[in-house]
Nanobody, 117 residues
Framework: QVQLVESGGGLVQPGGSLRLSCAAS????????MGWYRQAPGNQRDLVAS???????NYADFVKGRFTISGDNAKNTVYLQMNSLKPEDTAVYYC???????????WGQGTQVTVSS
């Protein structure tokens, strides 16, 4: 089993920054992808950014140049640095871990990010 615990959400003004963290615990294997998704009320859950255990990153077009995903394999932790935040970034952000070989994936409980003046 895998547990994902997110932290770092909150309220920030437009143009501000936040850093989300997601720590994975339990049976953690090497060949994995960890990522952040977000879901606003009435919308589907969309991929924001992901990173493989080898360090390959992928970003949604709507965050390119503003958000940076990084990982610490020793700590089984992934981070999402969010800069130049916009009101439309307001959503619940979910951490995800997916094993490449089995396809099994796991979700965190979500953390609210609100961008408002």
């Amino acid at each position: 089993q895998v547990q994902l615990v997110e932290s770092g959400g909150g309220l920030v003004q437009p143009g501000g920054s936040l850093r989300l963290s997601c720590a994975a615990s339990g049976s953690i294997f090497k060949l994995r992808v960890m990522g952040w998704y977000r879901q606003a009320p009435g919308n589907q859950r969309d991929l924001v950014a992901s990173i493989t255990s080898g360090g390959t990153t992928n970003y949604a077009d709507f965050v390119k140049g503003r958000f940076t995903i990084s990982g610490d394999n020793a700590k089984n932790t992934v981070y999402l640095q969010m800069n130049s935040l916009k009101p439309e970034d307001t959503a619940v952000y979910y951490c995800n871990l997916r094993y490449i070989l089995s396809g099994n994936d796991y979700w965190g409980q979500g953390t609210q990010v609100t961008v408002s003046s």
